[in-house]
């Protein structure tokens, strides 16, 4: 028994639908998605102009207390007479550079062996507990990661890393108390690595097996061929997983704002031990930290500078994604 | 005898059958093997870790009436209430920004794969939403208060005389829907293209108009796919806190603008676990570790109950797949 209905050409769809037409509308959204993004740079950069103006490429560099500009230019819109637009970002780029280059280093490391465990040499039980393990993980939001940070290593780092000499040695210009540099890299390498591993893990299974069966079919140990044939095949997305998670890295504020001291300090590699307990503020905190200053013009026009900053490096680093990816994807698997 | 036959048919699964002992590998590789074993069981115990104590801390300060209280300003924990506020404002904020994400990342996500012309708008779209996943929810925020602190779209919060606050749940939930947007149209957008073209040269064959494939087949098949996407969207939008500090104030309380029954409460401010979560943190303005810890487990909770939906779709959705 044929259901006729279902042959009916035309009748179920209302004619103001035809084709062309939502063909058209589809595109018209797609369109205004491109626009609002468009207007997002436009008006960022628009807003960020007047403190890049005022600095020029002192803008990038250090001098001053960066705290103390940042008050010094909340003042001077809350009075209102004369703009004060000095700012050296130096110690907050050099704290985002250390803190989002030492933590993708580390779990870049890390996950590539984590995601070759998982694919290839985990036995079964443990891949069953890893594989949801990785996906709960990547999305636990960053302020839990903050909370556990604030509330179990910055306190074990302040009572039980850093000794009483080593806080007195340095007391008189930054406080050492567990808000340092090396939790916020701790953190953020747990806090980044869960994305990694998936997307790595992803590449590494959509290897063909054949290539694979045709390595051990030559010999060659379990271990060389996954090194030699998936990682080297999987490498595009090794590269998008490094993206990503260097993206989600230079954005987090929350997080790093939580763990990191909030202190406009630039770590000094040259300190010895203590480098690694000394607070500091990256671009991202400082935004989030100072978002009642936007009711000043020249604190507002710099938080819209630092925001420039970022949104220019994140779609640089998808740039260098993508140009680092188009020599790989000839040999690679997707 | 028959077993016997019958264990030789049945294939071993691709190496397998006869794992190799790593005994005859040169030393290198051995410690490579060595090194993957420590960090993947490492990275096991960072998980299993960080799960056993938010539930430690979480059965610790977790109380029924916490759910159900609004907070309230106060000296000591006994005295600030508990967070119905902020979850009700999470749940808010959520369907808000699905209400936004949805239809327009599953157009988008059709547009991409179904028509895509012209050539140069289709790259455009897609590295466009490439960027908007790689932008910081932060500088999102910041874009959200310049927009909707305009005289234009003051009806959409808070204003008093001619100075509009930009701050409301409109605003928040406009920006978190860009949040949302790049896991939506990327989920959808494998699900259309894993379907096979034979299935809409059938559909068209019969006479359905194109518009009519898509509604009637090809978004009804990728359904599992758009859930999917859907999820991981309501997963990184109730995560996020950067936008919900800037963009809708972190208040105590619901603060509703105006008189309409639910218009109010979108107008106004208010704020979500998240941000009741970082304000209650060490570092935040209120400072209660066992408010934070309490909605910080219920957060995670939340989470897990969408990840285990993403499982459910997922294993769902491989049921039906198209013969080739």
């Not at chain 1, 004619?15 to 063909?23: C, I, T, V």
């Not at chain 1, 694979?212 to 079919?217: D, H, R």
């Not at chain 1, 203590?274 to 000043?296: D, Y």
């Amino acid at each position: 028994m044929i259901n006729e209905d279902q042959f009916l050409p035309f009748d179920e769809e209302p004619h103001w639908w035809s084709d062309k037409r939502a063909e058209l509308t589809l595109g018209a959204l797609v369109c205004c998605v491109l626009a609002v993004v468009l207007a997002m740079f436009v008006f960022v950069l628009v807003q960020a102009w007047p403190s890049f103006a005022h600095n020029g490429l002192s803008w990038f560099g250090s001098g001053g207390s960066v705290d103390l500009q940042i008050k010094r230019m909340f003042l001077s819109g809350e009075a209102g007479v004369r703009y004060v637009y000095t700012f050296h970002a130096w110690p907050l780029i050099w704290s985002t550079l250390l803190i989002v280059g030492s933590a993708v280093t580390l779990s870049l490391v890390t996950s590539l062996f984590v995601a070759v465990f998982v694919v290839e040499f985990a036995p079964d039980p443990i891949k069953q507990v890893l594989r949801p393990a990785v996906r709960l993980l990547a999305s636990v939001p960053s302020v839990i990661y903050g909370l556990l940070g604030v509330l179990v290593l910055v306190p074990f780092i302040g009572n039980h890393v850093i000794t009483q000499q080593d806080k007195a040695s340095v007391s008189y210009i930054v406080s050492l108390s567990g808000y340092s540099l090396i939790a916020a890299v701790l953190i953020l390498t747990v806090m980044i690595a869960p994305l990694m591993i998936s997307i790595f893990a992803d590449g590494l299974r959509s290897v063909p097996s054949s290539w694979i069966e045709g390595s051990l079919a030559m010999g060659i140990n379990r271990w060389r061929t996954f090194w030699k044939i998936a990682v080297r095949a999987a490498r595009p997305a090794i590269v998008a997983g490094t993206v990503l998670a260097t993206a989600r890295a230079i954005g987090e504020a929350v997080m790093l704002a939580m763990v990191s001291g909030s202190v406009g300090f630039a770590p000094n590699p040259f300190d010895g031990m203590i480098f690694f307990f000394e607070p500091s503020r990256p671009l991202g905190a400082t935004i989030l930290q100072n978002i009642e200053g936007l009711s000043s013009p020249p604190l507002k026009s710099t938080l819209f500078a630092i925001a420039a900053v970022l949104l220019v490096s994140a779609m640089l680093l998808s740039l260098a994604g993508w140009a680092a990816k188009q020599p790989l994807k000839r040999y690679g698997t997707r | 005898m028959v077993t016997e036959v019958l264990k030789q048919e049945t294939r071993p699964p691709a190496h397998k059958g006869a794992v190799e002992s790593s005994s005859t590998w040169r030393r290198s590789d051995r410690v490579g093997l060595a090194v993957c074993w420590v960090l993947g069981i490492g990275f096991c115990a960072i998980a299993v870790a960080i799960v056993v104590f938010m539930l430690v801390q979480g059965i610790k300060y977790v109380r029924p009436s916490l759910l159900f209280t609004s907070p309230t300003a106060g000296f000591n924990e006994s005295q600030t209430g508990g967070f119905l506020d902020p979850l009700v404002g999470t749940v808010v904020v959520a369907l808000l920004g699905m209400a936004i994400a949805l239809p327009v990342g599953v157009a988008v996500a059709v547009w991409l794969s179904e028509y895509g012309r012209p050539f140069g708008l289709a790259r455009a779209a897609e590295s466009t939403i490439e960027m908007i996943a790689g932008t910081p929810s932060i500088v999102l925020a910041l874009f959200g208060i310049l927009v909707f602190s305009s005289p234009v779209v003051g009806f959409l919060s808070r204003t008093s005389g001619h100075v509009v606050y930009g701050r409301s749940f409109f605003a928040a939930g406009a920006m978190l829907s860009l949040v949302a947007l790049p896991l939506i149209v990327g989920s959808t957008r494998e699900g259309l293209q894993a379907i096979p073209s034979h299935v809409r040269e059938a559909s068209l064959a019969v006479g359905k108009t194109k518009f009519a494939t898509i509604r009637r087949i090809l978004l009804p098949s990728a359904r599992p796919s758009v859930v999917t996407g859907a999820m991981l969207g309501v997963g990184r939008i109730i995560g996020d806190t950067a936008v919900i500090v800037v963009l809708l104030g972190a208040t105590l309380t619901l603060n509703g603008a105006g008189h309409a029954p639910v218009l109010s409460l979108l107008r106004g401010t208010g704020s979500t676990l998240t941000s009741f979560v970082y304000e209650n943190a060490p570092t935040g303005e209120a400072n209660q570790p066992t408010k934070a810890y309490a909605a910080a487990f219920v957060l995670l909770l939340m989470v897990l109950v969408l990840n285990l939906c993403v499982d459910l779709v997922a294993r769902r959705g491989k049921a039906a797949t198209w013969s080739r």
